[in-house]
Structure formats: structure tokens, C-alpha cells
């Protein structure tokens, strides 16, 4: 399976993303999807979840509130929709497919990555 993320770009705090994660196959559609994130000098870090049917989401601390996840089975596609961006969002984003059904906040629960976007939030 290879995953494509895209969406990232260059945006003023305050402003808005949408990032969107493509599979190459359907299989996606049976499995969670999970996004991550990593910063310059520091650990790659989840930032959100979806199960299988987009019925359970989970999200980090940092952006509860203010990104929202959703999936379009139909699309292969899961997005992640950014609002009130900050500085500290700045990070290359990554998405995952979960080795089961749900999310999950670990690194170790996903089996396919996809080349990371970069989003970068300017003060």
C-alpha cells in the first residue's frame, strides 16, 4: 500500500489546512489511519486517529479543538482539517495506516507510512 500526503504549505497563524492522505488501494477503507507530525530536533508525535468507518476519532492535546480528522472510504482519502493554525504546529506531517480497525497514538500501531507534508505556521 502507499499512502500520499498533500496539502501542506506555508500559512500565517491563524489560518486553515486541509491536509488529505490518498491510498493506493482499499485496503485503507477496513484499517484506522493515524496522523503524525515531527519538528525540527524532536520525536515524531501523534497528532490524530480514525477508525475504520470514521466512528471513533482521537486526537492530541496540542490541536483538540481546533484540527478534526475525517475519512471518505469512497476516496481512499483521509483529511485532516486544520484551524487556529500556531507557530508551534510547524512540523512535517505524516500519515499511517493502523495495523487494525482503530487508531492509535503509538508509532508501533501502524504498518504503512506515507511521505510527510510540510506545513510551516509564520508568526
Known amino acids: 500500500v502507499q499512502l500520499q500526503a498533500s496539502g501542506g504549505g506555508l500559512v500565517q497563524a491563524g489560518d486553515s489546512l486541509r491536509l488529505s492522505c490518498t491510498a493506493s488501494?482499499?485496503?485503507?477503507?477496513?484499517?484506522?489511519v493515524g496522523w503524525f507530525r515531527q519538528s525540527p530536533g524532536k520525536e515524531r508525535e501523534f497528532v490524530a486517529a480514525?477508525?475504520?468507518?470514521?466512528?471513533?476519532?482521537q486526537y492530541a492535546d496540542s490541536v483538540k479543538g481546533r484540527f478534526t480528522i475525517f475519512r471518505d472510504n469512497a476516496k481512499n482519502t483521509v483529511y485532516l482539517q486544520m484551524n487556529s493554525l500556531k507557530p508551534e504546529d510547524t512540523a512535517v506531517y505524516y500519515c499511517?495506516?493502523?495495523?487494525?480497525?482503530?487508531?492509535?497514538?503509538?508509532?508501533?500501531?501502524?504498518?504503512?507510512w506515507g511521505k510527510g507534508t510540510l506545513v510551516t505556521v509564520s508568526s
Open positions: 480514525i477508525s475504520w468507518n470514521g466512528g471513533s476519532t
Open positions: 488501494r482499499r485496503t485503507s477503507s477496513n484499517n484506522g
Open positions: 499511517a495506516i493502523a495495523r487494525g480497525s482503530y487508531g492509535s497514538n503509538y508509532d508501533e500501531g501502524y504498518n504503512y
